[in-house]
């Protein structure tokens, strides 16, 4: 996917861009490249509350949850990408963020997401990816939980 740009863009200009994106986003017109561009307009410009409508909205259909996913992590939105991959029943994404991105995500959240990524036929793929990652970050959750390790 080619990432949209954004340092030939004038600041003054990305309002009035997020806001062709956005009447855009309303067409059969869209594509990723679009969807992504205005995401990256909202991320750049910490639009909170019209990212929050964009994930939490269910008539909102137009997202692509792949490619908001990937921007919102570039964007440094963990919390957005883990949300939208949840709804979307993208639990591998989900895992993979919860094991990459968040920096100490709860157990509950990591045992929920894995159950869901392990179910079906995609069992042997997840823990072939994240098993290590799993473990390590287990181990060092219970070694914070119980004191070992500490001087």
């Not at 990212?51 to 990937?70: N, R």
């Not at 029943?89 to 963020?97: P, T, V």
């Not at 920096?103 to 869901?116: A, G, H, I, Q, V």
Request: hydrophobic share 35%; glycine share 6%; charged share 25%.
């Amino acid at each position: 996917m080619r990432v949209p740009n954004f340092q030939y863009i004038d600041a003054s200009r990305v309002l009035n861009l997020l806001e062709y994106l956005e009447v855009v986003h309303k067409t059969p017109y869209v594509t990723p490249d679009l969807t992504s561009l205005l995401l990256n307009c909202l991320t750049k410009l910490k639009l909170n509350e019209k990212i929050e409508k964009y994930v939490g909205d269910p008539s909102c259909d137009f997202l692509e949850p792949e490619t908001a996913i990937k921007v919102f992590r570039r964007g440094g939105m963990s919390k957005h990408a883990y949300q939208l991959a949840q709804k979307h029943e993208l639990y591998g994404s989900a895992l993979q963020i919860l094991l990459e991105d968040v920096r100490d995500p709860s157990k509950e959240d990591l045992y929920n997401t894995l159950e869901k990524a392990i179910q079906g036929d995609n069992a042997e793929m997840v823990l072939k990816r994240y098993g290590h990652a799993l473990v390590s970050l287990l181990c060092q959750m219970d070694a914070k939980s119980t004191g070992i390790g500490r001087n």
